[in-house]
Nanobody, 127 residues
Framework: QVQLVESGGGLVQAGGSLRLSCAAS????????MGWFRQAPGKERSFVARISWSGGGTDYADSVKGRFTISRDNAKNTVYLQMDSLKPEDSAVYYC????????????????????WGQGTQVTVSS
């Protein structure tokens, strides 16, 4: 089993920054990947970013490209999401997720392809 614990959410003004962390414990998968998704009220959970544990390849949703940066610390089994130039439309519950096998032919951008999820952390951006 893998346990994921997110932290770092909160309330910030538009244009501000937040850094989310996701600490993984239990069994980890060196050939896997980690993703960040978000879900606003009344909307479906959507892809934000992903990073592979091995090689560190990344991918971003168009809506956050150039503003958000995903990174990892393999020694700490922790993934980060640095969020800059935040907008009110970025407000959502942010979830981190673990994909056991990074390159299994299944899209990184589909939530159903991730096997483990954290409990989520709220991010609210005021205008």
């Amino acid at each position: 089993q893998v346990q994921l614990v997110e932290s770092g959410g909160g309330l910030v003004q538009a244009g501000g920054s937040l850094r989310l962390s996701c600490a993984a414990s239990g069994r980890t998968f060196s050939g896997g990947a980690m993703g960040w998704f978000r879900q606003a009220p009344g909307k479906e959970r959507s892809f934000v970013a992903r990073i592979s544990w091995s090689g560190g390849g990344t991918d971003y949703a168009d809506s956050v490209k150039g503003r958000f940066t995903i990174s990892r610390d393999n020694a700490k089994n922790t993934v980060y999401l640095q969020m800059d130039s935040l907008k009110p439309e970025d407000s959502a519950v942010y979830y981190c997720a673990a994909k056991r096998v990074a390159f299994d032919g299944r899209s990184f951008r589909t939530a159903q392809n991730y096997q483990y999820w954290g409990q989520g952390t709220q991010v609210t951006v005021s205008s």
